[in-house]
């Protein structure tokens, strides 16, 4: 084949591919990035600005634990709560990312943890993603095969109302 017999054809396999290929989507890591860093710098409204209109938050703990928090309302509530515990530190274990959901592993420090007689505890958050916005999110599952974990369970059942 010539050239000029092949260009057009070359021409018309890359603008299908350009065409063809799929719309990207924000980086569910790094949004959730995003998430952690503006709540460490108590900054709310940045981090309710990640999350859709319709998100949900179902947690283990904080005003969404008996009821899931639906929409940026009820998060931001939230949300205001946990960024008055100045003394709460997240560190990212692992992430595992399947299609629009990340899996996290991290481990937490606080206060109230501390008041457990552990140094840290370690959990797994469950975030559902859409382009660059979190849709739903399942927070915080206990790692129960770590025993500093465990301790803190143990504790935190015989003290409910702690903070």
Not at 46 to 75: M, N, R
Request: glycine residues 4%; charged residues 20%.
């Amino acid at each position: 084949m010539s050239p000029t017999t092949s260009s057009p054809r070359l021409c018309a396999a890359l603008l299908a591919g350009i065409v063809a290929a799929p719309v990207a989507i924000a980086d569910p890591v790094a949004v959730q990035q995003k998430l952690f860093d503006a709540l460490a710098r108590s900054d709310v409204a940045a981090a309710v600005a990640l999350f859709s209109d319709d998100a949900v938050i179902d947690a283990q703990s904080g005003l969404c634990a008996k009821t899931p928090c639906v929409g940026k309302a009820a998060i931001q509530k939230d949300l205001e709560r946990y960024v008055k515990d100045k003394s709460r530190r997240i560190t990212v274990l692992n992430t595992y990312l399947t299609g629009n959901t990340l899996l996290t592993r991290f481990e937490a420090r606080s206060a109230t943890v501390q008041m457990a007689g552990v140094e840290r505890i370690v959990l797994w958050g469950v975030r559902e993603f859409r382009a660059d916005q979190i849709v739903s999110s399942r927070c915080c599952l206990p790692e129960r095969t770590d025993s500093q974990t465990l301790r803190f369970l143990d504790w935190d059942f015989a003290h409910p109302s702690s903070p």
